[in-house]
Structure formats: structure tokens, C-alpha cells
């Protein structure tokens, strides 16, 4: 009974949702009810992440063989967790953008001249100075940091050990060189205009292979789906006894 009562709910859930696309007037009010559930559920789920997030740091905060490293970033998460929801329970999560006028003297003329220049600022502490201060700039060196890694993968990847790294390294060679004025310059020699092929491939070929793959993954969500709505795939449910 107990994998049997999931694989129910799950199949008669499934059934109701698909329906609903079918006869929106026959099945609105159930499908806006699962809606409303699954945001309850979702909420509960968030609620439990932050718990299991505090538990694992506290542990590692806590258990005498952690490296020194690991306490200080488990306080950081912790603090930081707590910070980030006491503001933003009191302060709220909306921007509160006020106008400022500022006056300026400019001396590179003659006489000088008073300019003034309009600015914007957030005054709410979560969003002006957490998330728009702190968060978006580490965020934005986490992803530049990502170059590097994109580079040396990069460079293991174009090595034309076979004949698929070899058209992929051309491919490659061929974009990169079309996407910059000195690519034109250096075949123009040869009355090529490397440019277009690099539109060609990427407007033709690689859009032909995209269409292709999100084909073929959307034969497989359907094929997931109907596993899941028969009770075929038992997985989300775990392991029996």
C-alpha cells in the first residue's frame, strides 16, 4: 500500500492536468485546487532545504576533524542565511527607488558652471545593498570564473585526436574566426568572405541540430511521462520492502 497510494495520487494527478488542456471547463476548478497544493508542497520543500542547510553546516561547523576552512565557510553560510531573512522579514523584498539631484562644478570652462545630474538609488537595505551590492557582483565573478574553466576544457576539446575533433576543432576555428573584423581581413585574400560561413553554420547547421535534440528530448519527457502515469517507473517512490 505504501508504494501503491503514490503511484495513484501520481497517475490520477497526471490524468486530471493533461485533461484540463483538453476540457479546461470540465476540470478548471480541480487543476487550480493541485495548483494551489503544489505551491503549499513547494513552500514545505523550500522550508525543508533551509533546514537541512543549517543542520549540515552546524555538523560541519561543529565536528572537531572539519578543516579550519570549511568552519569558517559553514559560519559564512549560516550568517549570511540568517542576515539575508531577518532583513529581509523586516525591510521587505520590494525596491523603494528614490531620485536624487546632484550638483556638480565644472572649471573647464572660463566661468564655471553648475551642472546637475539626476540620480537613482535603492534605499532598501535586502534589495539595494544585499542583493544588488553584494550578491549580483559575487555572482558575476562566479560566472567570469567560468571562462577559465570553458578555456581549458576548450583546449582539451579541439585536439583533433579523430575525425569528430576534427571537424569540431574547424567548426570551431571557423565561428570564432567569423565573429571578428580581422577574420574577413585575413581571407579576404583568398576571396572568402568567412563571415557567411560562419552564419551558415550557425543559423543552418547548428540550428538543424538543436531542433533535433529538442525532438528527441521531447519524445522522451513523453515517454518519461506515460512510465509515470502507468506505474511503470517507480523510482520517485524509492525502494520497496
Known sequence: MKRELPLFITAITGILIILNFVFPELTGGITETLRDWTIMIASFAI???????????????????????????????????VLTTIIGLIYGIKSNIQSFVVFKINNDYIFPL??????KRDTN???????????????????SLLAFFIASAAYRAFRAKNFEALILLLSAAIIMLGRVPIGDYIFSIFGIKISLISDYIIS?????????ILIAIGIGTIIISLKLLFGVEKSHIGKGD
Open 47 to 81: 522550508l525543508l532545504g533551509i533546514l537541512n542547510l543549517i543542520i549540515v553546516n552546524l555538523r560541519k561547523s561543529l565536528e572537531p576533524i572539519t578543516h579550519l576552512e570549511d568552519r569558517i565557510f559553514s559560519i559564512i553560510v549560516i550568517l549570511s542565511l
Open 114 to 119: 553648475i551642472e546637475t545630474e539626476f540620480l
Open 125 to 143: 537595505i535586502f534589495t539595494g545593498v544585499i542583493f544588488n551590492s553584494v550578491y549580483t557582483p559575487l555572482n558575476s565573478a562566479t560566472f
Open 204 to 212: 543552418v547547421l547548428n540550428a538543424a541540430a538543436q531542433r533535433a
